[in-house]
């Protein structure tokens, strides 16, 4: 029988970031801070409003492009939060999750062979996205030294005449960093200067702790090469309603909606109804989440440094670093252990590219009490550790 397996697909490797989960759901007493999911419940407003919606029949479908009163909503959101303009009947569109809107963003724009430039550490679903949608990916590492940010040194580098797409994943999972507005201007001239389009990946961009979050669509002549993606689940702790969007210039908008249209048809009518009302009524549900964060960030960020693990500080989303490499192991090996001997799972860096080797992601989406429980557990395991060294 002839092979019913496209070989594309097979030679993607499944996500990094579930390989210890199947492990853990089965081991009692585990402790995971390896989801990126908030553990806050959607604001109770929220969520009325989606049973409403259901309570009023609002069961159908909306246009492809989502409902308008929610572009028109999203459009006052950029303006009020982010000084950006779009125009909600051809510049912006909604989508199931902000995963959908990098998806048909990069099969829009990509032609075979066309090369996209990805910096990681980094989200895990841009390199098989590029992949599905025929371009190249060409990845950019970045260091610790540099805080994890892109800086025009480490984007011209790897600039070819194929490059085409610039993947900007800031405020950036896993490792926190962000981007200000002096660093995004100093890579915008590059952009311009090569003639390159940016999607730009901002679902963390009402996390950030250090001053206001900048979109690179905010600065001079950016806005019209830029996919701006972003989305309900990390801001007001709507994971599985499955909502995000994409604000584009029209001519890139336009052909990202007809993927849309045949492969999905719209995002779901209730959560569309939900997030009308999360951006009205939301803000102060913002605020409050983001200040529980920030604890968790500066308390682990303390623990951390006291263990000894280097550990820069995070500005933006909700995770932590930390690096490993004192230990003289990798960081699936550090993770393995850590889990088999402490029943504590963490995410090794290496599931967000190969220069994430020597760190773990630790996300603190997670109750202040969780990870403290967590935080006894490494320090046992680091002392274990220590102790082996000096045999």
């Avoid at 200067?193 to 999607?199: R, Y």
């Avoid at 569309?272 to 604890?295: P, T």
């Avoid at 960081?331 to 504590?344: G, P, T, V």
Wanted: net charge neutral; charged share 25%.
């Amino acid at each position: 029988m002839r092979n019913p397996l496209s070989d594309t697909i097979v030679n993607i490797p499944p996500s990094g970031i579930r390989k210890f989960f199947d492990v853990v759901s089965e081991m009692k007493g585990a402790i995971s801070l390896g989801v990126g999911e908030p553990d806050f419940d959607t604001p109770w407003h929220i969520r009325e409003e989606g049973i409403y919606s259901l309570e009023k029949g609002r069961t159908f479908y909306t246009s492809n492009s989502g409902l308008k009163e929610l572009r028109q909503e999203i459009c006052h959101y950029l303006k009020r939060r982010q000084r950006l303009e779009y125009d909600p009947n051809t510049e912006v569109m909604v989508t199931v999750g902000g995963s959908e809107a990098i998806d048909i963003a990069l099969r829009a724009m990509l032609n075979p062979g066309d090369e996209v430039l990805i910096p990681q550490p980094s989200y895990v679903s841009y390199v098989p996205c590029t992949v599905l949608a025929g371009g190249t990916p060409v990845i950019i590492e970045l260091e610790e030294k540099d805080e994890f940010r892109l800086t025009p040194e480490k984007l011209l580098e790897k600039i070819t005449p194929k490059t085409k797409v610039l993947i900007l994943p800031f405020p950036n999972n896993p490792t926190g960093a962000i981007m200000n507005r002096t660093d995004l201007e100093a890579i915008a001239k590059v952009i311009e200067e090569k003639d390159l389009f940016v999607l730009s990946d901002e679902i963390y961009s009402e996390l950030t702790y250090s001053g206001k979050h900048v979109s690179i669509a905010e600065i001079s002549g950016m806005r019209d090469r830029t996919v701006l993606i972003n989305g309900f689940s990390k801001a007001y702790a709507m994971t599985g309603w499955r909502l995000g969007y994409a604000a584009a210039p029209a001519l890139i908008l336009k052909q990202m909606l007809k993927i849309h249209q045949f492969a999905i048809m719209c995002a779901p009518t209730t959560s569309q109804y939900a997030a009308v009302d999360a951006l009205r009524n939301g803000d102060e549900d913002i605020a409050r989440m983001k200040k529980a964060y920030d604890e968790r960030r500066r308390y682990l960020l303390r623990e951390f440094r006291a263990l000894g693990m280097d550990c820069f500080e995070p500005y933006g989303a909700f995770y932590m670093f930390p690096c490993i490499k004192r230990f003289g192991m990798t960081s699936d090996e550090f993770a393995n252990r850590l889990l088999q001997e402490e029943k504590l799972a963490l995410v090794p860096g290496t599931a967000f590219g190969n220069c994430g080797e020597g760190y773990l992601r630790v996300s603190y989406a997670y109750s202040l009490e969780d990870l403290q429980k967590a935080i006894e557990r490494i320090k046992r395991f680091v002392a274990r550790l220590d102790g082996e060294k000096k045999c």
